[in-house]
């Protein structure tokens, strides 16, 4: 029988996705919860797994095409055995779980082993080149295979994709003591590139970078940038981070960085300067009593600003636990639309690459950007002495239809006082 595959609903605002790239050709076998197409919405792309077995046997969504929720995008032909799952709705991707006890599937025969010998790992540089879809990952970690494993097997899906298949038929031929050919590296751009003329080599934009250079550009034409900066000395929280991390890792289960310090003190400044937090509507000032902080993410796809809503009501633990798990997210596309909506003030922390110091654009509709530098230790003048200190560099970006420059420095000074003046025994 066949099954109905719709577009999921992705977000409560959400009405409709792009079909980015279907992973699956016609005539595919597919098992269930296994990736099969990926889809757009806003900023967010997000992974779709199908919800029944059986073979592809009509797409019926272009990639590039935009349909409304709800409607029809593929038919996937199920066995006798799937019938009841024809009623079933297809779950939205961030909520897809896997099924404690799935209905059986008929296991196809593992491939034989090439009679090769297992070649060394690519070159360094190689590394992480494929795209590894959230199910391979956690396979591979259950299993305990590491980058330099995942990146030699050969992969079947597009552009060399490692599948949840190919994955299982390794460890199947890794038990028996065979050997599998390793597998040849993919490449990062999506889009494939025109011939080059004359030294140029022209390369499509993908959907997500065209999102971002729209979203740039209506910045830019929308709010008169102000930058400022100042120098903070970290001393106090480098030593209060020192001091708990080892505990928090194994308390928490994650790294306790500098992140969760920074938001916390800006979310206090924030309280103390609500005309930061606020946003524009045509000749209206609208002042937002609550604070959703966005924290800009690098993903393979493009820059994300996935956001923490009620910010304010976090401590740091919450804090530290809410950015892990939507960089998290962001990276493996699990993000939910909603959750890059919303925000009220946004942080970019530029200074993980090395940079010392920057100014962000401002995140539409928000008023103001905070980008956070890289901490480095420099000779300080301290009363009339020279001391070492670790010392990072954070500028403030904003709009001065609203914000002028002595509410910008005023701002800065007191985020500056609340990180120095943080005391280094404070419990975490």
Known sequence: MKYDMVMPQMGESIT???????????????????IILEISTDKVDSEIPTPVAGTLSEILVNEGDTVEVGSVIARIETG???????????????????????????????????????????????QNARFYSPVVLNIARTEGLGMEVLETIPGTGINNRLTKKDLLNYLETRKTGGAVAAAQPSAKVSAAPAAAADGVEIVPMDHIRKKIAEHMV?????SPHVGLFVEVDMSNIVA????????????????????????????????????????????????????????AVAADQGLIVPVIKNADSLN????????????????????????????????????????KIGFPLINQPQLAILGVGAMEKRA??????????????????FDHRLIDGAMGAQFLQRLKELLESYDPNTGI
């Open 16 to 34: 409709e996705g792009t079909v980015i790239k279907w992973l699956k050709s016609v005539g595919d076998k597919i098992e269930k919860d296994e």
């Open 316 to 355: 740091l633990t919450g804090f530290a636990r809410a950015i892990n798990d939507l960089a998290t997210r962001a990276r493996s596309k699990k993000l939910k639309p909603d959750e890059v909506a919303g925000g009220t003030f946004s942080i970019s922390n530029f200074g993980v690459y090395g940079t």
């Open 380 to 397: 300080v003048v301290i009363n009339d002495a020279i001391a070492i200190r670790p010392m990072m560099d954070v500028s403030l970006t």
């Open 218 to 222: 209506h910045t830019v034409h929308t």
């Open 80 to 126: 006798a055995e799937e019938a009841a799952a024809e009623t079933a709705p297809i779950p939205a991707a961030s909520e897809t779980k896997h099924e404690t006890k799935p209905e059986p599937v008929a296991a196809a025969p593992a491939p034989q082993p090439a009679e090769s010998k297992p070649a060394p790992p690519p070159a360094a540089e190689a």
């Open 240 to 295: 209060a981070r020192n001091r708990a991390k080892n505990e928090f890792l194994r308390r928490e289960g994650i790294k306790l960085t500098f992140m969760p310090f920074i938001s916390e003190a800006t979310t206090k400044a924030l309280k103390e300067f609500p005309l930061v937090n606020a946003s524009i509507d045509g000749d209206n000032i609208l002042i937002k009593h609550f604070i959703n902080l966005g924290i």
